[in-house]
């Protein structure tokens, strides 16, 4: 503001000296340089209300995308439960109905209960099962999900047990030798008579022996394919296996 009067003076003195125009008095000037300071303040106010303006648009604009980000991300975290929450509800009610069928079947000799383990049970009592026999976690065995299954730890490494497909219905069982041997206490029988006790125990009528490739090995041992839709296979190394197959009514050959 001192710099506005300062020019003001300035310049009404150069008049006067030169004489190429008038001289102001002394309160020409005072109005001159009321009137310039006046121009500066508003000026300045003007600076600072554009400057508070900008800001506060940026500050709203921040403040909306970030409510914005939080509301979306609060959406889909809320959705999430509900999702959860309605795949349980689906599951639960299959197995409502799915359970008493399968009851039936055990009933009926249709379906082969090993131990109390066997195809299409819920992998979860399955769990329960091999847990309790077998014991959790890094000496024992562990429950994966997506897709479903049920893995024994060893000093090897981990070997999957029981799979199962996307409704927890177990397609798959594999007892390695070990397992076997805990399960059924058959430590230092040999698979021979191992096979022949399995066959009495559970009424399997007859078991075939066989040699094949399966994956990138050769398995040797005896066969049973049923006309239910399974096949059980016990191998030379006293391993167990019993997964889901076509009936033989439902194979084509043409």
Known sequence: MSKY?????AVALL???????????MNDLKNAATQAATAAAQQAASAAANKASKGTSSTTTTTCTTTTNDNTNANVQSQEPAVASKEDAELKAFWQKEQPILDQKIKQGKILKIKDLYLGMNIDNAYKILSANLGEGANGVQKFDGPPSIIWNTYAGSIPIVLADEKNRVTKIILPKTVVDTLFKTEGLPAEEFAKKFVE???????????????????????????????????VDKSVLLDEMAKPAEMKFD
Request: charged share 15%; net charge positive; with cysteine.
């Open 5 to 9: 009067i300062a020019v003001i003076v």
């Open 15 to 25: 008049f006067c000296f030169s004489g190429k125009a008038y001289c102001f008095s």
């Open 201 to 235: 125990s559970y009424h399997i009528p007859k078991m075939e022996p066989f040699s094949e490739m399966m994956g990138n090995k050769l398995v040797t041992g005896w066969r049973f394919i049923s006309p239910e839709g399974f096949r059980l296979i016990i191998s």
